[in-house]
């Protein structure tokens, strides 16, 4: 069975659907993975096929413009007039990328599943719109998701409400209406001449949900996440599977630096620190933050760069600066994580049965950091726009010097471990398939 496994994001937002992809390959089948370009090594490093997608958009969040703007805008002083001039110029830019390069973005999709496709896996925003080109094979299509706000539900309102928010039961359902379609009126143009011309589709009602096949079918979802970390909805449908986490598992690949492991035996288990693929304004004043909050702390620290959110140019004896580190390899030998809250850290961290410090950039991190909190893993998630050298200290000693984060962390971890999340949705995956078909 061909399966396409379409993915869009970070590294950390791609890493769970490669795992994915290897999963199937183990168990027999041809996987492609649809990625942005840049991660093309990333990919067939582990035996995948590989399918470009444009990657400008997320080179353009990486711009430094962007960086302040995105960092300001999450709470960072300065003068309002200013901001507003900034954020206005960085709306015009993705615009004008949006117009350029989503219809370039569309034919990806198609070119990926060519004409011999059985399955097609993919993602729940308006980049992929990978179901059109399900509907134009014939084929059954499944939405991979990360988080629990996509499946209407009295008890997850939609990524449309904000993370934390408390809404009675039928107004958390109701708010997934307006989130049905994920793409906007602008995308929906582009959309409906691409399924037109490219795919040789006619218009037809709902085309634009997803939730729904062609024929009225409900499309089954896989959830990519633990039902020990996010209880499942008792309303949930039996289209609905809770796999468990799809960990991609590096360490048997990765020969680790020597300064690493020479670091790592060195003394005392370290901290491990890094802020992922988000960048704030100033690298270096970040690094000096972090740098500080150690000694302070009193504790060593392996510091991992990223995606360059992190600038520490002179680490001493105690900091040991790398640019990353598989997280399979690197947690199980660290005393603690502290990280920016994105969902594949913390998920990682757990396994491991670490501690955590969450450092939250937006409020997709925030959600995921107070749930970890929730369960006692970690303390009280610190906003990156509220970050200090004196609560990052106490945050720090706190994790190090109480044992129930340990103990929790460790607890929950073992649950997780118990789980072989890629490997059930494969499972799950040749279920549908045995029931529906490959080709309508």
């Not at 958009?57 to 001039?85: C, I, T, W």
């Not at 020597?258 to 270096?284: K, N, T, Y």
């Not at 971890?413 to 309508?440: N, P, Y």
């Amino acid at each position: 069975m061909k399966v396409i496994v379409y993915a869009y994001g970070s590294r950390g937002d791609v890493q769970p659907y490669l795992a994915l992809a290897t999963a199937l390959n183990a168990a027999g089948h041809h996987a492609v993975l649809s990625a942005p370009r840049m991660y093309e090594s990333f990919v067939t490093g582990h035996g995948v096929e590989f399918a470009p997608r444009n990657d400008e958009y997320l080179r353009l969040l990486d711009d430094p413009e962007v960086r302040d703007v995105q960092q300001r805008a999450n709470g960072r002083k300065g003068n309002p007039k200013d901001l507003q001039d900034k954020i206005d110029a960085v709306r015009a830019r993705k615009n004008e990328l949006v117009t350029r390069v989503y219809p370039i973005m569309l034919d990806d999709l198609a070119t990926a599943a060519g004409s011999d496709a059985d399955l097609i896996v993919h993602q729940y925003s308006g980049i992929d719109q990978a179901h059109h080109v399900a509907e134009k094979l014939g084929i059954p299509s499944v939405l991979a998701v990360q988080h629990p706000n996509f499946v209407p539900s009295r008890h997850y309102p939609s990524v449309a409400v904000k993370p934390g928010a408390k809404l009675p039961g039928f107004l958390n359902r109701l708010s997934h209406v307006p989130t049905r379609d994920a793409v906007d009126k602008k995308g929906k143009l582009f959309v409906d001449d691409w399924r037109t011309n490219r795919l040789g589709l006619p218009a037809r009602k709902g085309q634009h949900n997803r939730l729904r096949r062609a024929d009225g079918a409900v499309v089954p979802f896989l959830h990519a996440f633990s039902r020990h970390f996010v209880a499942p909805a008792p309303d949930w449908p039996s289209t609905v599977h809770t796999t468990g986490f799809w960990f991609l598992r590096d360490e048997s690949a990765w020969t680790p630096p020597a300064a690493l492991e020479a670091f790592l035996s060195a003394g005392d288990r370290p901290v491990a620190i890094g802020f992922g693929s988000l960048v704030g304004p100033d690298p270096a004043a970040t690094g000096a933050l972090v740098t500080q909050a150690v000694r302070s702390a009193g504790v060593r620290a392996v510091v991992v760069t990223g995606w360059g959110g992190i600038e520490i140019t002179d680490p001493g004896d105690d900091l040991l600066v790398i640019e990353q580190a598989p997280y399979d390899w690197l947690f199980p030998r660290v005393a603690a994580s502290v990280h920016a809250g994105g969902i594949g850290t913390i998920s990682a961290a757990l396994s491991a049965g670490l501690p955590q410090v969450a450092c939250p950039f937006h409020d997709e991190q925030l959600m995921w950091s107070q749930l970890a909190h929730r369960h006692g893993a970690a303390p009280a998630p610190l906003r990156q726009r509220d970050l200090t050298v004196e609560n990052l200290t106490a945050a720090i000693r706190q994790v190090r010097d109480t044992p129930g984060y340990r103990d929790a962390a460790s607890a929950l971890g073992a649950r997780i471990r118990s789980e072989s999340g890629a490997r059930e949705a494969v499972r799950v995956l040749d279920g549908i398939v045995a029931k529906t078909g490959t080709r309508s």
